[in-house]
């Protein structure tokens, strides 16, 4: 069956990094587009970065452009995501989704369950002094 692992959460001061990783398996990892959404504290799924099958094409949000880069290593079905800069706001669980399609496509602001096939079970990641 599809699984979708992540890791690499935790607490950092702000200004500080982290890089998440997305460990999947049972389905062929390089022909889907993978993403990254957060869900905040009492919040909607906000959609962070999105990259198609084959790594060359990438979307991210306006909030982590020029902070966060998002890659791919389709040769160990591992999904990443390094963030830099962060800021408070970041706080968020963090998951990975499989899209059900190899293109990726740029979402604006939430996105909803029902937009990905599958989905992790998250990662926390705290930025606070």
């Known amino acids: 069956q599809v699984q979708l692992v992540e890791s690499g959460g935790g607490l950092v001061q702000p200004g500080g990094s982290l890089r998440l990783s997305c460990a999947a398996s049972?389905?062929?990892?390089?022909?889907?587009?993978m993403s990254w959404v957060r869900q905040a504290p009492g919040k909607g799924l906000e959609w962070v970065s999105e990259i198609n099958s084959g790594g060359g094409e990438i979307y991210y949000a306006d909030s982590v452009k020029g902070r966060f880069t998002i890659s791919r290593d389709n040769a160990k079905n591992t999904l990443y995501l390094q963030m830099n800069s962060l800021k408070p706001e970041d706080t968020a669980v963090y998951y990975c989704a499989k899209a059900p399609r190899p293109y990726a496509q740029q979402k604006y602001s939430m996105v909803a369950h029902s937009d990905y096939d599958f989905w992790g079970r998250g990662t926390q990641v705290t930025v606070s002094s």
């Open positions: 049972g389905f062929w990892f390089l022909n889907y587009a």
